[in-house]
Protein backbone atom coordinates (compact mmCIF):
# COMPACT_ATOMS: atom_id res chain seq x y z
CA UNK A 1 0.00 0.00 0.00
CA UNK A 2 2.99 2.56 0.70
CA UNK A 3 4.51 1.82 -2.41
CA UNK A 4 1.41 2.46 -4.30
CA UNK A 5 1.33 5.69 -2.49
CA UNK A 6 5.04 6.91 -3.52
CA UNK A 7 4.37 6.30 -7.07
CA UNK A 8 1.32 8.45 -7.11
CA UNK A 9 3.32 11.46 -5.37
CA UNK A 10 6.33 11.42 -7.35
CA UNK A 11 3.74 11.00 -10.51
CA UNK A 12 2.06 13.99 -9.53
CA UNK A 13 5.24 16.22 -8.50
CA UNK A 14 5.85 14.91 -12.44
CA UNK A 15 3.08 16.28 -13.66
CA UNK A 16 2.93 19.82 -11.81
CA UNK A 17 6.68 20.57 -13.19
CA UNK A 18 5.89 19.82 -16.63
CA UNK A 19 3.29 22.51 -16.52
CA UNK A 20 5.08 24.60 -15.23
CA UNK A 21 7.64 24.44 -18.07
CA UNK A 22 4.68 24.32 -20.21
CA UNK A 23 2.98 27.95 -18.79
CA UNK A 24 6.56 29.27 -18.90
CA UNK A 25 6.84 28.15 -22.59
CA UNK A 26 3.47 29.59 -23.40
CA UNK A 27 4.61 32.68 -21.67
CA UNK A 28 7.55 33.52 -23.78
CA UNK A 29 5.76 32.73 -27.06
CA UNK A 30 3.41 35.39 -26.37
CA UNK A 31 6.18 37.81 -24.83
CA UNK A 32 8.28 37.50 -28.20
CA UNK A 33 4.98 37.58 -30.04
CA UNK A 34 3.40 40.76 -28.47
CA UNK A 35 6.74 42.42 -28.85
CA UNK A 36 6.73 43.13 -24.82
CA UNK A 37 10.23 41.48 -24.42
CA UNK A 38 12.05 43.78 -26.80
CA UNK A 39 10.34 46.75 -24.63
CA UNK A 40 11.17 45.00 -21.61
CA UNK A 41 15.04 45.08 -22.54
CA UNK A 42 14.62 48.63 -24.05
CA UNK A 43 14.45 49.65 -20.21
CA UNK A 44 16.75 47.63 -18.70
CA UNK A 45 19.59 48.63 -21.45
CA UNK A 46 21.62 51.37 -20.14
CA UNK A 47 21.73 54.58 -22.04
CA UNK A 48 23.53 55.02 -25.05
CA UNK A 49 27.19 56.44 -24.17
CA UNK A 50 27.94 60.13 -26.39
CA UNK A 51 31.29 60.81 -26.93
CA UNK A 52 32.48 64.51 -27.50
CA UNK A 53 35.29 66.05 -28.87
CA UNK A 54 37.14 69.00 -27.04
CA UNK A 55 38.55 71.37 -30.14
CA UNK A 56 42.45 71.94 -29.66
CA UNK A 57 43.52 74.68 -28.02
CA UNK A 58 44.10 77.75 -29.79
CA UNK A 59 48.07 79.17 -30.06
CA UNK A 60 48.28 82.90 -29.70
CA UNK A 61 51.62 83.93 -32.34
CA UNK A 62 53.56 86.04 -30.52
CA UNK A 63 55.36 89.01 -32.56
CA UNK A 64 58.82 88.74 -33.40
CA UNK A 65 61.17 90.62 -30.89
CA UNK A 66 61.60 94.38 -32.91
CA UNK A 67 65.52 94.55 -33.64
CA UNK A 68 68.03 96.17 -31.41
CA UNK A 69 69.39 99.69 -33.31
CA UNK A 70 72.64 100.19 -32.27
CA UNK A 71 73.08 103.78 -30.69
CA UNK A 72 76.09 105.78 -31.73
CA UNK A 73 77.95 107.05 -28.91
CA UNK A 74 78.99 110.60 -29.37
CA UNK A 75 82.44 111.48 -30.00
CA UNK A 76 84.70 113.04 -27.21
CA UNK A 77 85.87 116.66 -27.99
CA UNK A 78 89.73 116.64 -27.92
CA UNK A 79 89.81 120.03 -25.98
CA UNK A 80 87.21 118.73 -23.49
CA UNK A 81 88.24 119.01 -19.77
CA UNK A 82 88.35 115.63 -17.57
CA UNK A 83 87.79 115.83 -13.79
CA UNK A 84 90.90 115.46 -11.52
CA UNK A 85 91.35 111.72 -10.27
CA UNK A 86 89.72 110.56 -7.16
CA UNK A 87 93.18 109.76 -5.94
CA UNK A 88 96.50 111.65 -5.83
CA UNK A 89 99.63 110.31 -5.18
CA UNK A 90 101.16 113.32 -3.27
CA UNK A 91 105.04 113.66 -4.52
CA UNK A 92 107.83 114.86 -2.09
CA UNK A 93 110.34 117.60 -2.38
CA UNK A 94 112.66 115.71 -0.10
CA UNK A 95 116.06 115.35 -2.03
CA UNK A 96 116.49 112.28 0.43
CA UNK A 97 116.73 108.94 -1.80
CA UNK A 98 114.08 105.67 -0.08
CA UNK A 99 114.47 102.76 -0.71
CA UNK A 100 111.27 101.16 -0.56
CA UNK A 101 110.87 97.17 -0.26
CA UNK A 102 106.94 95.23 0.32
CA UNK A 103 105.72 94.71 3.84
CA UNK A 104 108.42 96.96 5.38
CA UNK A 105 108.65 100.68 6.15
CA UNK A 106 111.14 103.05 3.66
CA UNK A 107 114.89 102.80 4.56
CA UNK A 108 116.91 105.87 4.43
CA UNK A 109 119.44 105.24 2.15
CA UNK A 110 122.42 107.39 3.48
CA UNK A 111 126.29 107.16 2.54
CA UNK A 112 128.71 105.60 4.62
CA UNK A 113 130.94 107.79 6.90
CA UNK A 114 134.04 109.03 5.07
CA UNK A 115 137.75 107.34 6.13
CA UNK A 116 139.89 109.09 8.40
CA UNK A 117 143.75 109.00 8.05
CA UNK A 118 145.74 108.73 10.74
CA UNK A 119 149.11 109.75 10.12
CA UNK A 120 150.78 109.63 6.52
CA UNK A 121 152.39 107.33 3.89
CA UNK A 122 156.53 107.36 4.55
CA UNK A 123 158.72 105.43 1.65
CA UNK A 124 162.30 105.40 1.45
CA UNK A 125 164.32 106.81 -1.72
CA UNK A 126 164.23 104.50 -4.53
CA UNK A 127 167.58 105.74 -5.39
CA UNK A 128 169.02 103.11 -2.35
CA UNK A 129 166.82 100.45 -3.73
CA UNK A 130 167.93 101.02 -7.51
CA UNK A 131 168.62 97.56 -8.70
CA UNK A 132 172.39 97.15 -9.58
CA UNK A 133 172.10 95.37 -12.46
CA UNK A 134 169.45 98.26 -13.88
CA UNK A 135 171.52 100.68 -12.99
CA UNK A 136 174.50 99.02 -14.93
CA UNK A 137 172.29 98.27 -18.29
CA UNK A 138 171.02 101.60 -17.69
CA UNK A 139 167.53 101.25 -17.14
CA UNK A 140 164.85 103.71 -16.08
CA UNK A 141 160.99 103.26 -15.76
CA UNK A 142 158.37 103.82 -13.21
CA UNK A 143 156.41 101.13 -11.59
CA UNK A 144 152.94 101.09 -9.84
CA UNK A 145 152.49 99.28 -6.77
CA UNK A 146 149.24 98.70 -4.40
CA UNK A 147 149.88 98.07 -1.05
CA UNK A 148 147.08 97.25 1.56
CA UNK A 149 147.30 97.43 4.98
CA UNK A 150 145.16 96.58 8.34
CA UNK A 151 143.88 98.61 10.81
CA UNK A 152 147.20 99.00 12.57
CA UNK A 153 148.78 100.36 9.49
CA UNK A 154 150.27 96.96 8.82
CA UNK A 155 150.84 95.26 5.48
CA UNK A 156 147.83 92.59 5.10
CA UNK A 157 149.78 91.04 2.41
CA UNK A 158 152.40 91.16 -0.49
CA UNK A 159 152.46 94.30 -2.65
CA UNK A 160 151.14 93.92 -5.89
CA UNK A 161 152.41 95.35 -8.94
CA UNK A 162 149.44 97.32 -10.68
CA UNK A 163 151.55 98.25 -13.86
CA UNK A 164 154.69 97.06 -15.08
CA UNK A 165 158.15 99.46 -15.70
CA UNK A 166 158.61 97.32 -18.63
CA UNK A 167 161.51 95.33 -16.88
CA UNK A 168 161.36 93.08 -14.38
CA UNK A 169 164.02 94.27 -12.46
CA UNK A 170 162.83 98.15 -11.85
CA UNK A 171 159.50 96.32 -10.40
CA UNK A 172 161.25 94.30 -8.24
CA UNK A 173 162.98 97.25 -6.98
CA UNK A 174 159.59 99.05 -6.52
CA UNK A 175 158.21 96.29 -4.46
CA UNK A 176 161.33 96.24 -2.32
CA UNK A 177 160.77 99.92 -1.73
CA UNK A 178 157.28 99.48 -0.97
CA UNK A 179 158.05 97.08 1.54
CA UNK A 180 160.26 98.76 3.38
CA UNK A 181 157.45 101.38 4.02
CA UNK A 182 155.41 102.80 6.62
CA UNK A 183 151.61 103.59 6.24
CA UNK A 184 148.92 105.61 8.02
CA UNK A 185 146.08 103.99 9.79
CA UNK A 186 142.59 104.49 8.39
CA UNK A 187 139.50 105.43 10.63
CA UNK A 188 135.49 104.76 9.81
CA UNK A 189 133.76 106.72 12.55
CA UNK A 190 136.33 106.06 14.96
CA UNK A 191 136.47 102.61 14.65
CA UNK A 192 139.89 101.27 12.67
CA UNK A 193 139.58 99.73 9.41
CA UNK A 194 141.43 98.05 6.42
CA UNK A 195 142.53 100.52 3.77
CA UNK A 196 144.46 99.92 0.38
CA UNK A 197 147.13 102.20 -0.88
CA UNK A 198 148.65 102.79 -4.60
CA UNK A 199 152.51 104.26 -5.09
CA UNK A 200 154.51 105.35 -7.83
CA UNK A 201 158.01 104.31 -7.95
CA UNK A 202 160.65 106.39 -10.31
CA UNK A 203 164.19 104.73 -10.98
CA UNK A 204 165.71 107.60 -12.18
CA UNK A 205 169.86 107.61 -13.34
CA UNK A 206 171.58 110.45 -11.43
Known sequence: M???????????????????IGALHVILIYAFSSG????????????????????????????????????????LDPGAQFPPPLYEFPGTDDATALSVTPDREPAIITTPAPIVRIGRNVLPDSE???????????LE???????????????????????SSGSALLDGGALAVVRAGQFARALREGVPVAQCYGFRIVFHLR
Open 2 to 20: SNHAHVLAANTQRSVVLAA
Open 36 to 75: LLVRAAAHLAPPDLVASFLPPPTRTHEPPPRPVTPQRLPL
Open 141 to 163: GTSEIQACVDGAGRLAGAPTIAR
Open 128 to 138: DYYPPAARRQG
